[in-house]
């Protein structure tokens, strides 16, 4: 009998909550992010605004929690998303260990909570015990001014301490970010349950597309607090079988399963031909002048100026973080699961991952280590998405540098440092310069959101595309000097920090690697066909609950895994395609599909790839012709449609 999926589902405005159960395999619930599809697309959520109770928000584990297969134990959040306008998907690290003994796989919140207040869900040996919805019976406002989202957690801790002694729950928390801006995300927070201390500087985050903006402020829920005593395997009894695991993987791949995971996750620990391990230590030595760099002005920069500005980067920024964690074992963690790829790199307490310190580093014209870390714990700590921010910090920098923008709206008081060769010529008065202006910038919007300065207040308000496009009007440089995916009329999203054309691609998700995220540059039929297929095998990956970084040996496993351990046997692949075609009808029917890109640096960055790479027909093309970049676009997205075999509405199943 194919295995079960539990999910818990509460209503904030009651309190109010109930179970659902579904059989694996039997419909098309395989994991979260089925569930959350199917959620939105049943009650046509579509028809609401992100920011109504109607926006359900599901946040679930995969059917392989509770099993030793490393990695499985992440949290996926499924949403509508104020940025996008779309779905969304947004994942958590190790949240599965401490939050699968809730007694469910999954929790869906729905409803409004009139007062900020947290869910807390008990799992007793038979499953769920307890739901309550409490008031926080505080001023989150004035917690949030004593440190963030630390001083939330800190406040639960203590406040339901005998719960949590007892559960050992999940921490998630919301911060300030989500109460002032679209961006906020939503923070698991790691504390010792025995002291209730909590590990300031080292959280996970699911933060792309503000699923913490929704969390709070669609249901006015500004925690979880979820755990107990539950067993997944009480459910589904072959979770705990590491034979079969071994068999599996004996029979695939001819390899044995151990030896397998740390081949394929030894980029995230430690790569020996690079001396160094973890998305930081690895990016900057292996896409080296690729990397997007002062707001993506880097792709104009001739390749011998982005080699002397990476050999300042080296050693100003990315040095420091050699010499403490990029080769030494004793600063490696886990995200709070037992895993081998110990990918969390830590400096002086901080956990160092190549995408936040890059946004508020290099991308920011911040190349000091020290300078960014500072930034990245004040965003961390505020519940942003730190990737979003820094576009938001570099943008406003290089505007107000440029002169596109009155520095006095958005409360800037010295001239930025946006000059490359300056920057490697002077790497520490320029960072600290940069990061002074950052500091200020973050704590006004994340903080305060924007109050006194007009600009960030607008931006803290509507986000980057909707802020720019108002600029756009009296100077259109101030928006072209931006780069983001168009969804319809309002909705947007800033590319994850690689200088490559899929980031920026007409696909329905983007903001994650739902795409061919790799430099490269190729014929746009032939780049959606690689695209679509990435996007099939993450939406997989996502969907049983597995970080990412696992994705190279669990893709050659996850059908026979379905099948052999959960009795689920059916095409994953053909699964797969079919929720992400109803992804693409929810797009259309919010209004949010992918629209042709807007801003002058947005088309640039195809065009400079595509030089960069060798196709210099299509480069020269791009950059003379200003239909060309319509046509790539266009090309793409017609056989992305195709592929996915759009049409009818969503929810008719039709092909």
């Not at 992010?33 to 199917?38: F, H, N």
Request: charged share 25%; hydrophobic share 40%; aromatic share 10%.
């Amino acid at each position: 009998m194919p295995a079960t999926y539990r999910v818990v589902e509460v209503d904030a405005s009651t309190g109010r909550w109930m179970l659902r159960e579904y059989r694996l395999g039997e419909g098309d619930i395989l994991g979260p992010v089925d569930l959350g599809v199917k959620l939105h697309v049943e009650e046509e959520t579509w028809r609401h605004d992100p920011l109504s109770d109607k926006n359900v928000v599901v946040i679930g584990l995969g059917p392989f929690t509770g099993s030793p297969l490393f990695g499985s134990n992440r949290g996926v959040v499924v949403f509508r998303s104020p940025v996008s306008r779309t779905l969304h998907v947004s994942t958590v690290g190790g949240v599965g260990e401490r939050m699968r003994g809730m007694g469910a796989h999954a929790l869906i919140i729905r409803g409004y909570a009139e007062e900020p207040s947290v869910v807390i869900v008990e799992g007793g040996e038979e499953g769920v015990k307890k739901v309550d919805v409490e008031a926080l019976g505080v001023d989150v406002r004035r917690l949030f001014d004593k440190g963030g989202v630390y001083a939330l957690a800190e406040h639960l801790l203590h406040a339901y301490s005998g719960f949590v002694r007892r559960a050992k729950p999940a921490v998630l928390v919301t911060g300030p970010a989500a109460l002032y801006t679209p961006i906020g995300g939503i923070v698991s927070i790691h504390y010792d349950p025995a002291t209730l201390e909590v590990w300031r500087g080292f959280i996970d985050i699911a933060a792309r597309g503000g699923p913490g903006t929704v969390l709070l402020r669609a249901h006015g829920v500004a925690a979880i607090l979820a755990g107990g005593s539950w067993r997944p395997e009480k459910l589904n009894p072959k979770l705990g079988d590491r034979r079969l695991i071994e068999e599996v993987a004996r029979r695939v791949t001819g390899e044995p399963y151990g030896r397998l995971v740390l081949e394929k996750t030894k980029k995230y620990r430690f790569d020996e031909k690079l001396g160094t391990g973890g998305t930081f230590g690895v990016n900057y030595v292996h896409y080296r002048e690729l990397i997007p760099m002062l707001g993506y002005s880097s792709i104009y920069l001739a390749k011998v100026a982005r080699l002397k500005l990476l050999e300042t980067v080296l050693e100003y920024f990315w040095r420091p973080f050699q010499e403490v964690a990029g080769s030494n074992p004793r600063n490696w963690k886990t995200c709070g699961e037992p895993c081998p790829a110990n990918c969390k790199k830590i400096v002086r307490g901080s956990k160092v991952d190549y995408e936040p310190f890059n946004a508020l580093g290099p991308f920011s014209g911040i190349v000091v280590f020290e300078e960014t870390r500072r930034l990245v714990e004040l965003v961390d700590a505020a519940g942003a998405d730190a990737i979003e921010a820094g576009y938001w910090v570099a943008w406003l920098l290089e505007a107000a540098a440029k002169n596109l923008i009155d520095p006095r709206d958005a409360c800037i008081d010295e001239q930025p440092c946006w000059d490359p060769i300056l920057l490697a010529e002077k790497p520490r008065e320029c960072s600290a310069r940069n990061a002074r202006i950052a500091e200020r910038l973050i704590r006004k919007v994340f903080y305060e959101g924007g109050a006194g300065c007009p600009l960030l207040e607008e931006l803290a308000k509507n986000g980057l595309r909707a802020t720019a496009a108002k600029l756009a009007g009296s100077r259109p440089e101030a928006r072209d000097i931006l780069v983001y995916a168009a969804f319809g009329d309002r909705g947007y999203m800033t590319p994850n920090l690689y200088w490559t054309p899929g980031l920026i691609a007409p696909v329905y998700v983007t903001g994650k690697y739902w795409t061919n995220y790799h430099p490269t540059f190729m014929e746009p039929e032939e780049y959606a066909k690689t695209s679509y297929e990435r996007i099939i095998n993450e939406y997989l990956v996502d969907n049983a609950g597995f970080c990412r970084f696992h994705r190279g040996w669990l893709e050659k496993l996850i059908q026979q895994l379905y099948a052999e351990m959960l009795e689920a046997d059916k095409p994953l692949r053909e699964h797969a395609k079919k929720m992400y075609r109803e992804i693409a009808r929810y797009s259309k029917a919010a209004g949010a599909e992918p629209t042709p890109w807007e801003t002058a640096r947005t088309r640039d960055l195809l065009a400079t790839i595509a030089a960069e790479i060798g196709y210099l027909e299509w480069a020269e093309r791009l950059m003379k012709d200003p239909k060309a970049h319509l046509e790539w676009w266009r090309r793409f997205k017609d056989t992305l449609d195709t592929l996915i075999g759009i049409r009818g509405k969503p929810g008719t199943g039709e092909d």
